[in-house]
T-cell receptor
Framework: SQQGEEDPQALSIQEGENATMNCSYK?????LQWYRQNSGRGLVHLIL?????REKHSGRLRVTLDTSKKSSSLLITASRAADTASYFC???????????FGEGTQLTVNP | NAGVMQNPRHLVRRRGQEARLRCSPM?????VYWYRQLPEEGLKFMVY????????ESGMPKERFSAEFPKEGPSILRIQQVVRGDSAAYFC???????????FGQGTRLTVV
């Protein structure tokens, strides 16, 4: 079964707007992480939220986690053209175990 | 502290040849993970290694693929007798024992012609 499915698959917004991406998963997790991937590059870790946390902030990023619904959301506020990238959620069953990635959301921020 | 180093960045192989992908983890990181990414898709887990040990290889194809992380030197992902379907980006990630988040290399893009 697919773990970590993102929604929407693609999102196009104007600079300054907020971008919200959602992620659903199927099994129990220890933590959920969000990564960014610029075209042709590796993944960059953005933020980690543990299963006992409900919300976390880092700069312009806000992540929520609802373990009862097995879902998470990533909010990027005041988006910039440089935020254009693919965003992936990834889940880990235990600390240090392998990550299971979703298919990603392609975000385009138009200047 | 240099990041995760992967080489080569691009690799072209003819069908039937062998591909060797190298990954040097960040200093102090003893956990190495390999993932494969097809175009427009997410990353698929292949194998998780610690020094001289394979911890989880549940994502590795049963044939032609092998991985190692020796006591000295980089981790190697080896693909024997490559086929066109092996064309993909292969990413290595590393983490220290006390961290959960992974640090990724820039990937090796394998093209099989």
């Amino acid at each position: 079964s697919q773990q970590g499915e993102e929604d929407p698959q693609a999102l196009s917004i104007q600079e300054g707007e907020n971008a919200t991406m959602n992620c659903s998963y199927k099994t129990s997790i220890n933590n959920l992480q969000w990564y960014r991937q610029n075209s042709g590059r590796g993944l960059v870790h953005l933020i980690l939220i543990r299963s006992n946390e409900r919300e976390k902030h880092s700069g312009r990023l806000r992540v929520t986690l609802d373990t009862s619904k097995k879902s998470s959301s990533l909010l990027i506020t005041a988006s910039r053209a440089a935020d254009t990238a693919s965003y992936f959620c990834a889940t880990a069953k235990t600390s240090g175990s392998r990550l299971t990635f979703g298919e990603g959301t392609q975000l385009t921020v138009n200047p | 502290n240099a990041g995760v180093m992967q080489n080569p960045r691009h690799l072209v192989r003819r069908r039937g040849q062998e591909a060797r992908l190298r990954c040097s983890p960040m200093k102090g990181h003893s956990h190495v993970y390999w993932y494969r990414q097809l175009p427009e898709e997410g990353l698929k887990f292949m194998v998780y290694l610690q020094k001289e040990n394979i911890i989880d290889e549940s994502g590795m194809p049963k044939e032609r693929f092998s991985a190692e992380f020796p006591k000295e030197g980089p981790s190697i992902l080896r693909i024997q007798q490559v086929v066109r379907g092996d064309s993909a980006a292969y990413f290595c990630a590393s983490s220290p024992p006390w961290r959960t988040e992974a640090f990724f290399g820039q990937g090796t893009r394998l093209t099989v012609v």
